[in-house]
């Protein structure tokens, strides 16, 4: 019996010891199994040899194996439960994130100042109940000149500086032409609707022309079309005013000029007061103090018949807006190409 006990004694306090210099649950189990394992733990060989004891002796160290063996199991769990916590502790101190660090900065695109201004410009008019209409780049003849009042051999078609494809004809064997304004969607548009009818037409358009502060061989322009009954140059003139306004303030000047144009009668060109030298004259109006923004006129009769519209039944107004001026006007950019350069710190200033 005393050699029984004295070996309880030994596995409690070697068993104890152990356990506390365990830092692994892999050798947590191993000592578990040393001890406790159910064939060969140390603990386990004195419960199976309680039989061969006499009844006192079997209870005696039978309650001191059952004492020893709860310290053991006590101990292992504290000490799984202190290996798990660190465990725990460690991976969170590794993961963890200090949120009041700057994050990295994404960079982020924008669209160009140019569609911008065009996104703008149209929205002034479909917020007034306008639809947006679209027509092709490439154009024939008949949409970018006759059906809007430019017969064959006109003057007015010199004014354009066209853009021919010559390889590729239309229906009549004329050639397809690069459009040099909106106003063919004009056509295209009334072709294929009836009035009454408001639309906006967004687009690129092409003139071989030289390029300066002012002027490029590639630009936009947003057209703008009424057709109904009784539209007068008052309609227009208020239009054209509420869209300077919005787009400029409500300070912004207008003034309204007698101009031609074979589509309109009578046809106006309407000027902003240079917001670059604030009037008094500069490179960009030329000295003027003034700058071109738009042409408009109420719709020509021959263009309504070109249309098959009757020109006693309906009127109309009609406006071609230079995009590329009102970015400048709008923005202080002093010359136009800069639109154009894609440079990369001039495009971000938007
Ligand atoms: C036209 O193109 C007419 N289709 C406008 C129009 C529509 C008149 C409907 C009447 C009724 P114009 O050639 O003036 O007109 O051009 C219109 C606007 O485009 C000009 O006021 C100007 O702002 C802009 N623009 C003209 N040429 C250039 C160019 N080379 N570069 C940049 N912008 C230009």
């Excluded at 152990?18 to 603990?43: A, Q, W």
């Excluded at 439960?81 to 960079?107: H, W």
């Excluded at 101009?259 to 008094?280: A, H, Q």
Aim: charged share 25%; glycine share 8%; with cysteine.
């Amino acid at each position: 019996m005393s050699s029984l006990t004295d070996d309880l004694q030994t596995i409690q306090s070697q068993s104890l010891q152990e356990v506390e210099r365990i830092i692994s649950l892999e050798e947590l189990e191993t000592l578990r199994l040393k001890f406790l394992g159910r064939k060969d733990g140390l603990l386990t060989k004195v419960l199976q040899a309680l039989p061969t004891l006499s009844p006192a002796e079997r209870k005696d160290v039978g309650r001191q194996a059952n004492e020893v063996k709860k310290a053991l199991e006590t101990a292992l769990e504290n000490r799984r439960q202190a290996i798990e916590d660190a465990q725990i502790a460690q991976s969170l101190a590794k993961e963890s994130i200090d949120l009041t660090l700057p994050g990295t900065p994404v960079l982020r695109g924008k669209l160009h100042p140019l569609t911008q201004v065009l996104e703008e410009i149209v929205s002034v008019f479909t917020r007034l109940g306008f639809n947006l209409a679209e027509g092709p780049e490439v154009e024939t003849d008949d949409n970018n000149f006759t059906a809007l009042n430019h017969p064959p051999d006109h003057p007015a078609r010199d004014a354009h500086d066209t853009f021919y494809l010559k390889d590729l004809k239309d229906e009549s064997g004329l050639p397809l032409l690069l459009r040099t304004h909106t106003s063919p969607v004009q056509i295209r548009y009334m072709r294929t609707h009836q009035p009454p009818l408001y639309i906006v037409a967004p687009g690129r358009v092409f003139r071989h022309e030289a390029v300066d502060a002012t002027h490029s061989f590639v630009f936009h322009q947003v057209e703008g079309l009424a057709v109904d009954k009784d539209i007068s140059m008052a309609d227009l003139k208020g239009m054209l005013t509420l869209f300077a306004q919005h787009l400029f303030g409500p300070g912004a000047e207008i003034r309204f000029r007698p101009s031609y144009f074979p589509f309109v009668e009578p046809g106006i060109e309407v000027d902003i007061s240079c917001t670059l030298c604030g009037g008094k004259g500069c490179r960009v109006c030329k000295q003027s103090g003034w700058l071109e923004m738009l042409g408009a006129g109420l719709v020509n009769p021959n263009v309504f018949r070109a249309v098959g519209y009757d020109p006693r039944k309906v009127t109309g107004y009609a406006f071609g807006i230079g995009v590329e001026r009102v970015a400048m006007f709008k923005y202080g950019v002093d010359d136009m190409r800069l639109f154009f350069d894609n440079d990369i710190r001039f495009l971000q200033q938007f």
